[in-house]
């Protein structure tokens, strides 16, 4: 079959178009999926990188998330052949087949194409667990999205719609700004010096909950436009540093810091996995959230994808179409 595979710790440069033998599923832990897409995520470009937290030997099918159609699971598991299904499994996604946990995967709704399906599980189920399990997010409440333009942005935006809440969205560049709007931010502030002003003025003074995975520098700025009982939740670290916060500030304005790892979570409660993909079937069945997909890329142009990603050209979610 075909796959990117990994040779070199060498970020997208180090990926190859290369024709590997098919995997085999054991028929009793194990599905084999046929790839239909397969999502693109930050965490695959740290992978090719070698600067995830888990560091895989070499040579290495990345590739996190995919959405296909499945040819052999396991009896008693839910899913059998023929089933669309979307699935996690750490690496071997950009391939044509691939294997996946059976509690990694979700039945894809009715009306939502491969593409789409491709981010239902990290983008979407992250962030439904940062709403709705961590956050506890209610509605009427407003919420600010920083790095809403890209994958996760537009999800954190269309779960939190989805939920009642009113969203305000932090946007880089123009082009990600009109992609947090497509995705239903109420509105999209430039993130230039100045941004909490403008967050202020929107939302009559401050947010109830702020979703950051950008860290670095915006941190603080987040927390400051946070009201009385605000949560600010932590998903990842995308502007590259780790920041750090004195406590007395959370103390002093009674406002609180979560993180939001799924992937982590579902070591503790991997039935999560399911839970959550109830809940989002249920919001695209009741035409309350439409996964978008930024922009889809061939197989073999995978380590272009990467590199956009890599660059902070991607705006929305990247896609792999491999049929």
Known sequence: MRALLLREFKGPDGVLLENVPSPT???????????????VSFADMLITRGEYQVRPPLPFVPGLEVAGVVRQAPPGTGFAAGDRVAAF????????EAMADPATMVPVPDGVDFAAAAGLVVNYQTAWFTLARRARLQPGEQVLVQGAGGGLGVAVIQVARALGARVIGVAATPAKAAMAEAAGADAVVDATEGWPDAVRAHSGGGVDVVVDP?????????????RPEGRLVVVGFAGGSIPEVKVNRLLLRNIGVLGAAWREFLETD??????AAAALNGLVADGRLNPLVGATYPLEDGAAALRDLADRRAV?????TVR
């Open 316 to 320: 929305g979610k990247l896609v792999l």
């Open 25 to 39: 599923a054991d028929g009793r832990r194990t599905a084999l999926i046929e790839v239909h897409a397969a999502g």
């Open 270 to 275: 991997p039935g999560f996995v399911a839970e």
């Open 89 to 96: 499994m750490f690496g071997g996604g950009f391939a044509e």
């Open 214 to 226: 950008v860290g670095s520098d915006r941190f603080l700025d987040s927390l400051r436009v946070l």
